[in-house]
């Protein structure tokens, strides 16, 4: 009888605690949540629905915010140009870090431990301090070229695929990182086996090794994407140019003509068209993101 | 190598190939790197002891350390200083006491919805800080703003507080929330899978034991993933020293500065191009001086 009542307490007590829980997550899922939902809807009011209430639901969905903020506010251009930036950066990225990977992880030579080592530091280096030398670097270099004429209009700054180029080099020692961590893992026979059956050098790694690194390359992937799609502090100084501007940097110019023509409307719709990418990204991948998470942090 | 006695009989040319293979893999992206990553970085170092008026510019004379004692001096960054630390050590003690109250929250529990959750809370993680950023404007806005709504609807009367004014303490706080919002759930997601490692039967000893939830955080899970911790936090005060930056020029363009959008300001405003890039040096040595403080500090003795 009285473990029995013991017992029923300790249930008791259980099922409040799982309320209480419950509470705190939900709590925090508002937190999380509303601000987001708040830009969706007020991206769909019109600006005099904006000035009424923060609360009320817009009345119609004004679509118009959209074709503002796409069209007037230039954000159109800024999508393909981030487009544009986010493919090749990836495909710059893969093409070098991926044999760098390779190599570093999974074959022995001399100066090995040295280039680990200098890749490695490169995860202490971020766009956010070396931005302005890398565009006096570039800047200065563009100008010792138009000297000659046949580089006479040559443009170094303001080129989406320079800045895609840096924005690789950049991820590239957190991607090798990554991919380092998961090629090492791969027992060493596939490379015998390989060896033994006539396959190249270039043939291991393409055909046997990067198709086994899928899921870490799919990770990286993803990383890198949205580190392109979100850059800022270098497309801020390098990408000056209304013609090359990308999404980042197009809202936040949005922001800034928006404080004297009061345009909310098409603000919010502009937040809505940045993040809007890298949320369908999300819902498809985000059980892998946050396994590659792990991947990467517990491998310290 | 396993396979030192097929390489010793194959031709010299397999070898030959050998190191060509490696040179094609490793250089292309070892020159970009170094052209782009270590070459402006030692530009920063190297022209922190010059003087030079034009970015780019070729007129410069050495200055040895001035560049380095005007920083000092300069009352605008040694406030913006004062800015970066507060943000790193509040951030930092929000972000990682949350990350990780909520990881053993959900670990713990076992609720049917826990993978929603932790959908949900790393979702900010996603966004490009300047979304986010301007997303906090709004909400801090003073007229039109979320967080003032709220405030009327708790005191009955409307609120007009301009939460990214005058004060810098106000600002600054409401700068790390939006930080802290953006990265919980990444942290949150780092702790979940160090947790998900430790054995559940040291827990159902400790049950039986009659040892309490609180006590067996403390006495197994956080002894358990302590390395998990160091390397966070390390991750963290690097991290938090860039993204800064971003939420600095997004939401405070006027009114509160981090050192590194003071140097964006100063080479901008054609100042001594060699004073910005000693600030910047200066930083350098405060992110890895930090990162080393922190992991040091948090070694354990055994």
Redesign the interface.
Known sequence: MAADAISKKAKHHKTL??VV??I??IA??V???F??L??VM?SFKTSTE??T???TLPSTLHVQNYVNAWNTGNLGANFINSIIVTALGLCFMLV??V??A???SR???KVRGI?NF??MA?????Q???A???F??I??FQ?YLNEYVIFQDLRLTNNLVIYA??CA??T?PFTVYLLRGYMSGIP?DYE?AA?IDGCG??AT?LRVIVPMSKSALVTVVMFDF?SY??E??LA??FLTDSSVKT??IG??NL?ETQKFATD?GA??AG?VI??LP??V??CIV??R???G??MG??K? | MGSGKIAAAAPKNRNRQRAGFIAACTIPALVLYAVFVLYPTITVFYTAFFSQTSLGGSSRTFVGFDNFIGVFQNSQFLESLGNQFFLIVVVTIITMVAAMFFAALLTQSNLKEKPFYRTVFFFPNVLAIVVIGTLFVQIYDPTNGLLNAIVSVFTGSESHIAWLGEDRFTILWCVAFAMVWQAIGYYMVMYMSGMDSISPELYEVADLEGMGKFKQFFKITLPLMWEVVRVTLVFFIISTINMSYTFATVMTPENMDVPLTFVYKQAYAGNNYGFGMAATTIMFIISFALALLSNKLTARDD
């Open positions: 605690l799982k829980t419950r705190v997550l925090f899922t937190v999380v949540l601000p987001i708040w830009t007020t904006f000035l209430s923060a609360w070098l870090a044999p760098l390779y190599v570093t074959m022995k030579f280039v200098v890749v490169g995860l202490f280096i971020s956010t301090y070396i302005v030398p890398v006096t670097m800047s200065s100008r180029l840096i080099v950049s590239l060493k015998e060896g050098l270039w790694m949205m799609w979100n800022f502090p801020q100084i999404l980042p809202l936040q922001m909310w603000m919010f937040m940045v993040m890298t949320i990204l999300y985000q059980k993101l946050t396994q998470i792990s942090g517990l310290g």
